[in-house]
């Protein structure tokens, strides 16, 4: 298969869940692109997967569920207007950083207590979560600075070795492109929406369902 290389596991998608289960790191496929995690609710995959990357522990990693039911082991509560979000956009490359379970990981919810989480909507990323009854942490499979990978070849290969090579090729190969949008409603009964990280998921699209969004910087943000 184009791709695969000696350091690459092929793994099926049972092989995939036993890692998960197992707490180990794996490498799988999104709608946008490939990611680099596990079981969410394991401290220790977490400290690897910050450690893989070279990433800042202080920057929340993002979580994929498998469906709504799991919204409870991430999330403290949902807001109307975060549930008409998820409504509109989920299974999708929406993020919606929502405030934090208090049985999260402290790392995962930052200094702001709040947990970006979104539902997958690429089938075996969403299968994996459903089937093992657990949030998945969802970091793209590449070292922090360097551009995400759409692609087995662009897998980050200190990545693939701190997986032990696992990679999951079920389904349909990510989309590449731009990735998930990010975006934090501002305040109760507010349909004001912060981008944090423009995506896959437009401006234009959320002020079409009546949503305002703002900068990052505060400002409104234009355009298409």
Same mark, same amino acid.
Request: aromatic share 4%; hydrophobic share 40%; proline share 8%.
């Given at each position: 298969? &184009?791709?695969?290389?000696?350091?690459? &596991?092929?793994?099926? %998608?049972?092989?995939?869940?036993?890692?998960?289960?197992?707490?180990?790191?794996?490498?799988? *496929?999104?709608?946008? @692109?490939?990611?680099?995690?596990?079981?969410?609710?394991?401290?220790?995959?977490?400290?690897?997967?910050?450690?893989? &990357?070279?990433?800042?522990?202080?920057?929340?990693? =993002?979580?994929?569920?498998?469906?709504?039911?799991?919204?409870? %082991?991430?999330?403290?509560?949902?807001? !109307?207007? !975060?549930?008409?979000?998820?409504?509109?956009?989920?299974?999708?490359?929406?993020?919606?950083?929502? +405030?934090?379970?208090?049985?999260?990981?402290? =790392?995962?919810?930052?200094?702001?207590?709040?947990?970006?989480? $979104?539902?997958?909507?690429? =089938?075996?990323?969403? !299968? %994996?979560?459903?089937?093992?009854?657990?949030?998945?942490?969802?970091?793209?499979?590449?070292?922090?600075? @360097? *551009?995400?990978?759409?692609? =087995?070849?662009?897998?980050?290969?200190?990545?693939?070795?701190?997986?032990?090579?696992?990679?999951?090729?079920?389904?349909?190969?990510? /989309?590449?492109?731009?990735?998930?949008?990010?975006?934090?409603?501002?305040?109760? #009964?507010?349909?004001?929406? $912060?981008?944090? +990280? /423009? #995506?896959?998921?437009? /401006?234009?699209?959320? $002020?079409?369902?009546? @949503?305002?969004?703002?900068? !990052?910087?505060?400002?409104?943000?234009?355009?298409?």
């Amino acid at each position: 298969m &184009k791709g695969i290389t000696p350091e690459i &596991k092929a793994l099926s %998608l049972q092989e995939a869940l036993r890692a998960i289960t197992g707490d180990r790191l794996l490498i799988y *496929p999104t709608e946008t @692109f490939y990611a680099i995690g596990g079981n969410a609710l394991s401290a220790g995959v977490l400290s690897s997967v910050y450690e893989a &990357k070279g990433r800042d522990g202080s920057r929340p990693l =993002p979580l994929l569920i498998g469906d709504l039911e799991q919204l409870r %082991l991430v999330a403290a509560g949902v807001e !109307e207007e !975060e549930g008409e979000l998820m409504r509109l956009f989920w299974p999708g490359p929406l993020t919606l950083l929502l +405030r934090a379970s208090p049985g999260l990981p402290a =790392p995962l919810a930052g200094g702001a207590a709040r947990v970006a989480v $979104r539902l997958s909507g690429h =089938p075996t990323a969403r !299968e %994996l979560s459903r089937r093992a009854g657990l949030p998945l942490i969802s970091s793209s499979a590449n070292r922090s600075g @360097f *551009p995400p990978a759409s692609s =087995p070849e662009e897998v980050d290969r200190s990545l693939l070795r701190a997986a032990g090579g696992a990679l999951c090729l079920e389904g349909p190969a990510p /989309a590449g492109g731009l990735p998930s949008t990010i975006v934090r409603l501002e305040g109760r #009964g507010s349909r004001v929406l $912060r981008l944090l +990280r /423009a #995506g896959a998921v437009s /401006a234009a699209q959320l $002020r079409r369902h009546g @949503f305002k969004v703002i900068s !990052e910087g505060g400002g409104a943000v234009s355009g298409p």
